[in-house]
């Protein structure tokens, strides 16, 4: 039996990043600093998900962690 992440939140979570630099978004519901890893997955079979901007923009990423696009929201939390 594979774990389960932890639902944030059931929407998208809005994140204004920057072209070119990495950030690491959260697969398994546990950060604290939602959307983005902080460690809580220790411990876990889950591991962040690396996510280079390419450009300056607000990206919207996945706040229930189902998307089948990670780390960016597809709708799925729409079908929860």
Known sequence: ????????????IPVD???GKTYYWC????????PLCDGSH????FQPVAYTAKKTETAYL???KKTF????CDGT???L
């Open 17 to 19: 990043v920057e072209a």
């Open 77 to 79: 939390h729409q079908s």
């Open 62 to 64: 996945c706040g229930c």
């Open 1 to 12: 039996m594979s774990e389960e992440p932890l639902v944030a939140q059931t929407s998208p």
């Open 69 to 72: 696009h990670a780390p960016l």
């Open 27 to 34: 697969s398994c519901g546990r950060s604290k600093k939602q």
């Open 42 to 45: 220790q411990g876990t079979s």
